[in-house]
């Protein structure tokens, strides 16, 4: 089963960055491909963005396209979030999912999924918090 744990998580000004990173391990390198999501308070679970980590394929959900950018890292077995010109609205806590299947993954990112599908597993997740 795979474990992930997320980290690079902080407080941050608006307008300006952090990058968050994803851990994968105890799964088969490859097989598993990543999501990030997050939490504001008092709001639900919303998808951010998607990468096929065996051809780099990419969805991002609208509300982040143009400032933030997913990327792998092969030798680190990891997944990055960069995320630039951050807003107070971004505040919330940031997860990776990871799910041995591509579709159903894009499905939770954009909102789209409403068959009970559950994805194979989450990190437990790092504040990021946008405030002056």
Known sequence: QVQLVESGGGLVQPG???RLSCAASGGTQGAFDIGWFRQAPGK???GIACINVEDGRIV???SVKGRFT???DN???SVSLQMDSLEPEDTGVYYCAA???WAPLIHHILGEENSGYQLDGWGRGTQ???SS
Do not use: H, M, N
């Open 16 to 18: 300006g960055s952090l």
């Open 44 to 46: 639900e679970r919303e």
């Open 60 to 62: 991002y959900a609208e």
């Open 70 to 72: 997913i990327s792998k």
């Open 75 to 77: 030798v680190k077995e």
């Open 99 to 101: 799910d041995g299947a």
């Open 128 to 130: 990021v918090t946008v």
